[in-house]
């Protein structure tokens, strides 16, 4: 679509920003703000294995229950859940760019300052803090590619995007393997001062919200950033830029409640939240469950090595059938077979089909997670995209903080190993549920939403 400057002497045009983005074609522009979110989206796939690969050492340096653990493992969720709330308007109303600096600040220094604490309280109030500023990274870094992709390989990109949190669970394992048994615990929280080198790409690079430049009248920054997402478009002083009818609207928590938003929304965040207790239950406690089953430190190391690197199969396959078949169809799928495949697992005891089965779980499980992403950010408009992904993260994130503590309850009471395993293979079929009774809002061919918003 080729777009050019209108004369100084006639009207002033019409500019549709988000159609000039998602008719263009992928480039430089797309790939290095898609390079920064990947980067930083690692920032939570790390966080959420390492806490469970320190698990049985920890235990041992703090002397601490099951239950306990399990408490210890909820407060960073419990961060999460004000985080999200709070990050997600914030990105709407000040911007995502700002949101994702100071989110990836405060995560990246107190979760390097946990491995200097020395009490469980200590520990736990600086996961706290750190969950606050991871939750407003995720759904924020998810609406940037969301808005700043072509629309044709839009759910390839968003489902790529959450490979992020494969790659932190990776390097978590690697990490831990390589230090955990001779140095301990605490240096592998030290890996996450790392990550600060990333907030002047952050600063450089990542583009801010269309929305926040609209208010803030910027018009020749909005003709820079189209003219460089799609180098057929030749900005002109007079041009007038708007959204298309489905992405006008104002960003507050009403507006997720209004003109047919109410259904997904609520239904979005039953999804989030059981989702989230599946994948934050079952990481904190694979490690341990694998030595309750006589398997070694090492041992248990590599099954969650096995399972997260699982995204190598999973996010390529559902990104390209997202974009194939529609998310909501792939997302219903991909839970189904999570489901099923957990189920399977407890019944195995031979490492290598072990190693095997848990690899083809987590590339379902993986590749879910992406489709989630990519169903729920298309499903709002631009205005409040961040506001309404921040509101079903935060409350999905309830589900996190009890994941844990259900896992810790199982182990207390002496539930088997198996049916640890069962337990959490269940709850994929509820998020099937939710997500087979949600409306398909995401955008048509045309560019506007269903329904006629």
Known sequence: ????????????????????????????????????????????????????????????????????????????????????????????????KRTVIFGTLIYCVFTGIVGFTRTPFEF????????????????????????????RIRATLITFL????????????????????????????????????????????????????MKQGKKEEIGNILKRANPEFT????DKYEFNVFNKGKASIASLFQDGFAKNTILFCVMLFVNYCFIYGFLVWLPKLMTLQGWSVSFSLWFALTYNFGFVL????YGWAADQYGSKKVLIVGLVVTGVLMCFFSTLHNAVLMSFMLFI????????????????????????????????WALGR???TMGPIVGG???????????????????????AIAVLLTTDFTFSRKGEGAGGH
């Open 1 to 96: 679509m080729e777009v050019t400057a209108v004369p100084a002497s006639s009207a002033p045009r019409s500019v549709v920003v988000n159609d000039v983005i998602d008719n263009a074609r992928f480039n430089s522009f797309f790939g290095t703000s898609f390079a920064i979110c990947l980067a930083t989206f690692i920032c939570d796939g790390f966080d959420i294995n390492v806490f469970g690969l320190v698990v049985p050492v920890l235990m041992k340096d703090m002397k601490l229950s099951p239950a306990q653990v399990g408490l210890l493992g909820s407060y960073g969720m419990a961060g999460m859940i004000f985080g999200a709330f709070l990050f997600g308007m914030l990105a709407d109303r000040i911007g995502r």
């Open 124 to 151: 736990g109030i600086c996961r706290f803090v750190a969950g606050f500023g991871l939750a407003g990274l995720v759904p924020v870094l998810i609406a940037t590619v969301s808005e700043y992709s072509p629309r």
């Open 162 to 213: 959450t490979s992020g949190m494969a790659f932190g669970t990776v390097i978590a394992v690697l990490v831990s393997m390589a230090l955990l048994v001779q140095y301990g615990w605490r240096v592998i929280f030290y890996v996450t001062f790392i990550p600060l080198i990333l907030i002047p790409l952050q600063m450089r690079f990542l583009p801010d919200s269309m929305a926040l430049l």
């Open 235 to 238: 900005p002109a002083p007079e």
């Open 314 to 317: 999973g996010i390529p396959v």
């Open 361 to 392: 779980t987590g590339a379902a499980q993986h590749g879910m997670q992406g489709a989630v992403s990519s169903y729920v950010s298309q499903s709002y408009p631009l205005s409040f995209r961040s506001t309404g992904m921040g509101f079903a």
């Open 398 to 400: 309830f589900g996190g």
């Open 409 to 431: 309850l199982l182990l207390t009471y002496k539930v088997s190993v198996p049916m640890n395993f069962v337990t959490f293979g269940c709850l994929p079929f509820v998020s």
